[in-house]
């Protein structure tokens, strides 16, 4: 009985190293300079995660790469903007759940950063630097709506249209800084004074 129930595990485990040991690159019938290029910009990407094991390290790289396949595809499948949202709301959600057979949340952070030119870190940093009398509240809510606008911008297509997804939740915040009695003018020409005195000081 001992014997049976052993084989038995031993089985299952072997399915499961087995089902999980390999992520396929999407690169059937698509142009070779096209798939190097994405390669390149995964690898530099995941290269900042400093994975050591390999295997995990190339299972992520091609979740990465078939997240920009994915989008690339089905930006140019829907015409319509309404068709377009549609599909890529429905697949939203696989690139987490896939990046988390492999990655903590801090790494898939840092993913999801990578792809979206760091712009939730800096703009949040200079957020805090600007105004220093933030309440942990306020710092909270700055947070949140940059990392609400970095699950559009990771679904957009190019760069630009990344960054608009940013512009648009950058308004959302200033507005709703000014309604809370911030005047960002004299925030934002105090912090620059602060960083000419700090350059001065060095």
Same mark, same amino acid.
């Given at each position: 009985m001992?014997?049976?129930?052993? #084989?038995?595990?031993?089985?299952?485990?072997?399915?499961?190293?087995?089902?999980?040991?390999?992520v396929a690159l999407d690169s059937a019938g698509r142009d070779a300079s096209y798939v190097n290029t994405i390669v390149s910009r995964s690898t530099k990407i995941v290269d900042a995660l400093k994975l050591s094991d390999k295997a995990t390290y190339a299972n992520v790289l091609n979740i990465v790469c078939n997240r920009y396949f994915k989008i690339n595809d089905i930006d140019e499948k829907f015409k319509e903007q309404p068709a377009r949202d549609a599909e890529l709301y429905k697949h939203h959600f696989e690139f987490a759940a896939d990046l988390a057979n492999y990655l903590?949340?801090?790494?898939?952070?840092?993913?999801?950063?990578?792809?979206?030119?760091?712009?939730?870190?800096?703009?949040?940093?200079?957020? #805090?630097?600007?105004i220093p009398t933030l309440k942990e509240n306020e710092k909270l809510q700055i947070l949140n709506w940059l990392k609400e606008a970095r699950e559009f911008a990771i679904d957009a297509p190019d760069a630009k249209s990344k960054h608009a997804w940013f512009g648009k939740y950058k308004g959302r915040i200033n507005n709703w800084l000014s309604k809370r009695g911030y005047d960002l003018d004299a925030e934002r020409q105090a912090w620059y004074k602060r960083i000419e005195a700090a350059k001065k000081n060095k």
């Open positions: 001992k014997r049976i129930l052993l #084989l038995f595990l031993c089985c299952v485990g072997s399915c499961l190293a087995t089902s999980a040991q390999q903590d949340d801090h790494q898939i952070e840092q993913i999801k950063d990578g792809m979206t030119y760091g712009v939730v870190p800096k703009t949040y940093q200079a957020h #805090l630097e600007m």
